[in-house]
Protein backbone atom coordinates (compact mmCIF):
# COMPACT_ATOMS: atom_id res chain seq x y z
CA UNK A 1 0.00 0.00 0.00
CA UNK A 2 1.53 3.06 -1.22
CA UNK A 3 1.76 6.31 0.90
CA UNK A 4 1.98 9.51 -0.47
CA UNK A 5 2.52 12.91 1.70
CA UNK A 6 0.23 15.31 -0.10
CA UNK A 7 -0.51 19.40 1.19
CA UNK A 8 -3.61 20.07 2.21
CA UNK A 9 -6.51 23.16 1.66
CA UNK A 10 -8.98 21.90 4.43
CA UNK A 11 -12.68 23.90 3.18
CA UNK A 12 -16.01 23.94 3.67
CA UNK A 13 -16.63 22.08 0.75
CA UNK A 14 -17.10 18.89 -0.52
CA UNK A 15 -15.08 18.99 -4.28
CA UNK A 16 -15.79 15.45 -6.39
CA UNK A 17 -13.53 13.88 -9.19
CA UNK A 18 -13.31 15.71 -12.46
CA UNK A 19 -15.34 19.04 -11.02
CA UNK A 20 -13.88 22.59 -11.74
CA UNK A 21 -13.51 24.55 -8.80
CA UNK A 22 -12.52 28.06 -9.23
CA UNK A 23 -10.70 29.65 -5.74
CA UNK A 24 -9.70 33.25 -4.66
CA UNK A 25 -6.51 32.47 -2.64
CA UNK A 26 -5.27 35.35 0.03
CA UNK A 27 -3.80 33.38 3.13
CA UNK A 28 0.17 33.52 2.94
CA UNK A 29 0.26 29.53 3.44
CA UNK A 30 -1.70 29.00 0.60
CA UNK A 31 -0.49 31.29 -1.74
CA UNK A 32 2.80 29.74 -0.87
CA UNK A 33 1.49 26.06 -1.33
CA UNK A 34 -0.29 27.69 -5.06
CA UNK A 35 3.01 29.13 -5.98
CA UNK A 36 4.45 25.43 -5.35
CA UNK A 37 2.18 24.28 -7.21
CA UNK A 38 2.30 26.23 -10.21
CA UNK A 39 6.36 26.05 -10.22
CA UNK A 40 6.80 22.29 -10.12
CA UNK A 41 3.19 20.83 -11.19
CA UNK A 42 2.89 19.26 -7.49
CA UNK A 43 -1.24 18.19 -6.22
CA UNK A 44 -2.96 19.15 -3.01
CA UNK A 45 -6.01 18.08 -1.09
CA UNK A 46 -9.37 19.32 -0.06
CA UNK A 47 -10.32 17.80 2.63
CA UNK A 48 -14.11 18.50 3.44
CA UNK A 49 -13.91 20.78 7.45
CA UNK A 50 -16.98 19.66 9.18
CA UNK A 51 -18.35 19.55 12.27
CA UNK A 52 -15.13 21.89 13.51
CA UNK A 53 -12.90 19.19 12.15
CA UNK A 54 -11.28 18.28 9.00
CA UNK A 55 -12.72 14.71 7.69
CA UNK A 56 -10.60 11.90 7.02
CA UNK A 57 -11.65 11.92 3.12
CA UNK A 58 -10.91 14.40 0.14
CA UNK A 59 -10.54 14.68 -3.06
CA UNK A 60 -7.13 15.39 -4.53
CA UNK A 61 -6.85 18.55 -7.04
CA UNK A 62 -4.78 19.77 -9.95
CA UNK A 63 -3.88 23.69 -10.39
CA UNK A 64 -5.28 24.33 -13.57
CA UNK A 65 -3.85 27.89 -14.19
CA UNK A 66 -3.68 31.19 -12.41
CA UNK A 67 -6.42 33.79 -13.92
CA UNK A 68 -5.57 36.61 -12.05
CA UNK A 69 -3.16 37.99 -10.01
CA UNK A 70 -4.01 40.96 -7.29
CA UNK A 71 -1.84 43.25 -5.47
CA UNK A 72 -0.61 41.94 -2.41
CA UNK A 73 -0.05 38.32 -3.49
CA UNK A 74 -3.79 37.42 -3.86
CA UNK A 75 -4.78 35.07 -6.36
CA UNK A 76 -8.04 34.16 -8.57
CA UNK A 77 -7.20 30.12 -9.64
CA UNK A 78 -8.84 27.31 -11.38
CA UNK A 79 -8.61 24.02 -10.47
CA UNK A 80 -10.21 20.10 -11.43
CA UNK A 81 -10.74 17.55 -8.66
CA UNK A 82 -8.88 14.61 -9.89
CA UNK A 83 -9.41 11.76 -7.51
CA UNK A 84 -10.56 10.38 -3.79
CA UNK A 85 -8.29 9.75 -1.11
CA UNK A 86 -8.11 8.95 2.71
CA UNK A 87 -6.04 10.82 4.83
CA UNK A 88 -3.97 8.89 7.12
CA UNK A 89 -2.06 11.20 9.54
CA UNK A 90 -2.74 14.71 9.54
CA UNK A 91 0.52 17.05 9.38
CA UNK A 92 0.01 20.77 10.69
CA UNK A 93 2.32 22.60 9.17
CA UNK A 94 4.59 20.34 6.82
CA UNK A 95 7.80 20.83 8.55
CA UNK A 96 9.38 24.27 6.86
CA UNK A 97 6.10 25.05 5.04
CA UNK A 98 3.49 27.09 6.31
CA UNK A 99 0.58 24.91 4.81
CA UNK A 100 -0.69 21.86 6.27
CA UNK A 101 0.19 18.43 4.65
CA UNK A 102 -0.99 14.40 5.26
CA UNK A 103 -0.06 11.08 4.57
CA UNK A 104 -2.56 9.77 2.27
CA UNK A 105 -3.72 7.25 0.44
CA UNK A 106 -5.59 7.10 -3.10
CA UNK A 107 -8.26 5.47 -3.55
CA UNK A 108 -9.56 4.27 -7.05
CA UNK A 109 -13.16 5.28 -7.94
CA UNK A 110 -15.55 2.99 -9.07
CA UNK A 111 -17.52 3.85 -12.14
CA UNK A 112 -20.10 1.29 -12.81
CA UNK A 113 -23.44 2.61 -12.52
CA UNK A 114 -26.88 1.24 -12.75
CA UNK A 115 -28.33 2.64 -16.37
CA UNK A 116 -31.82 2.64 -15.23
CA UNK A 117 -31.13 4.12 -12.10
CA UNK A 118 -29.21 7.20 -13.85
CA UNK A 119 -32.55 7.13 -15.91
CA UNK A 120 -34.56 7.62 -12.58
CA UNK A 121 -31.55 10.28 -11.49
CA UNK A 122 -32.29 12.24 -14.26
CA UNK A 123 -35.48 12.29 -14.57
CA UNK A 124 -36.18 13.66 -10.76
CA UNK A 125 -33.52 15.98 -11.12
CA UNK A 126 -35.35 17.76 -14.22
CA UNK A 127 -38.47 17.75 -12.36
CA UNK A 128 -36.73 19.82 -9.67
CA UNK A 129 -34.94 22.26 -11.64
CA UNK A 130 -38.27 22.76 -13.95
CA UNK A 131 -40.13 23.15 -9.81
CA UNK A 132 -37.70 26.02 -8.77
CA UNK A 133 -36.99 27.23 -11.99
CA UNK A 134 -33.09 26.47 -11.91
CA UNK A 135 -31.76 26.98 -15.91
CA UNK A 136 -28.45 24.96 -15.73
CA UNK A 137 -27.77 22.18 -18.22
CA UNK A 138 -27.88 18.43 -17.29
CA UNK A 139 -26.52 15.44 -18.77
CA UNK A 140 -28.45 14.53 -21.89
CA UNK A 141 -28.87 10.85 -21.08
CA UNK A 142 -28.33 8.30 -18.45
CA UNK A 143 -25.26 7.03 -20.14
CA UNK A 144 -23.90 10.56 -19.89
CA UNK A 145 -22.95 11.34 -15.80
CA UNK A 146 -22.12 9.39 -12.96
CA UNK A 147 -23.41 10.43 -9.16
CA UNK A 148 -20.30 12.94 -8.66
CA UNK A 149 -21.08 15.35 -11.86
CA UNK A 150 -24.68 15.91 -10.36
CA UNK A 151 -24.29 15.63 -6.59
CA UNK A 152 -24.39 19.28 -6.64
CA UNK A 153 -27.80 20.05 -8.51
CA UNK A 154 -29.28 17.76 -6.12
CA UNK A 155 -29.80 19.67 -2.72
CA UNK A 156 -28.38 17.48 -0.50
CA UNK A 157 -26.64 18.98 2.82
CA UNK A 158 -22.89 19.24 3.19
CA UNK A 159 -22.91 15.86 5.24
CA UNK A 160 -24.86 13.98 2.29
CA UNK A 161 -22.32 15.37 -0.32
CA UNK A 162 -19.33 14.28 2.00
CA UNK A 163 -21.65 10.76 2.65
CA UNK A 164 -21.83 10.24 -1.29
CA UNK A 165 -18.07 11.17 -1.79
CA UNK A 166 -17.07 8.27 0.48
CA UNK A 167 -19.47 5.63 -0.77
CA UNK A 168 -17.00 2.94 -2.43
CA UNK A 169 -19.18 1.93 -5.16
CA UNK A 170 -20.98 4.13 -7.76
CA UNK A 171 -24.33 1.98 -7.61
CA UNK A 172 -24.14 2.78 -3.73
CA UNK A 173 -24.00 6.19 -4.69
CA UNK A 174 -26.67 6.24 -7.24
CA UNK A 175 -29.00 4.76 -4.33
CA UNK A 176 -27.87 7.64 -2.07
CA UNK A 177 -28.92 9.94 -4.90
CA UNK A 178 -32.36 8.69 -5.62
CA UNK A 179 -33.61 8.07 -2.04
CA UNK A 180 -32.74 11.85 -1.13
CA UNK A 181 -34.27 12.87 -4.73
CA UNK A 182 -37.57 10.73 -3.97
CA UNK A 183 -37.78 12.26 -0.45
CA UNK A 184 -36.79 15.73 -0.76
CA UNK A 185 -39.06 16.84 -4.48
CA UNK A 186 -42.41 15.95 -2.43
CA UNK A 187 -40.98 18.43 0.07
CA UNK A 188 -40.19 21.43 -2.70
CA UNK A 189 -43.82 20.45 -4.28
CA UNK A 190 -45.32 21.49 -1.08
CA UNK A 191 -43.13 24.26 -0.77
CA UNK A 192 -44.24 25.66 -3.82
CA UNK A 193 -47.99 25.20 -3.90
CA UNK A 194 -47.70 26.78 -0.07
CA UNK A 195 -46.06 30.02 -1.90
CA UNK A 196 -48.62 29.56 -4.61
CA UNK A 197 -51.64 29.63 -1.99
CA UNK A 198 -49.51 32.38 -0.24
CA UNK A 199 -49.44 34.36 -3.15
CA UNK A 200 -53.85 34.06 -3.96
CA UNK A 201 -54.00 35.80 -0.11
CA UNK A 202 -55.85 39.14 -0.66
CA UNK A 203 -57.25 38.28 -4.57
CA UNK A 204 -60.86 37.20 -5.39
CA UNK A 205 -60.99 33.83 -5.89
CA UNK A 206 -63.14 32.15 -8.57
CA UNK A 207 -64.72 29.15 -6.68
CA UNK A 208 -67.19 26.99 -7.95
CA UNK A 209 -69.73 25.64 -5.41
CA UNK A 210 -69.69 22.45 -4.43
CA UNK A 211 -73.66 22.21 -3.96
Known amino acids: MEFVLLPQ ?9 NENLNLHIFEP ?47 DIKTKGIGVYHMEQFI ?10 ATIRRIETDQE ?9 LGFLLELFDLLDI ?9 DFISFDVAHHAGLSIDQ ?10 KERQALLL ?29 KPLL
Open 135 to 143: DKSLPEGPS
Open 29 to 75: RYRQLIAESEEKGVTFGIPTFLNQRVMPFGTEIQLLNVEKRHDGGEM
Open 113 to 121: YDWGLNEKI
Open 92 to 101: NPVPGKLYAG
Open 179 to 207: EHLEQFLPMVKEMRNLQQRALLNGHFKDL
Open 9 to 17: FPLQIVVYP
Open 161 to 170: EYELLILPTE
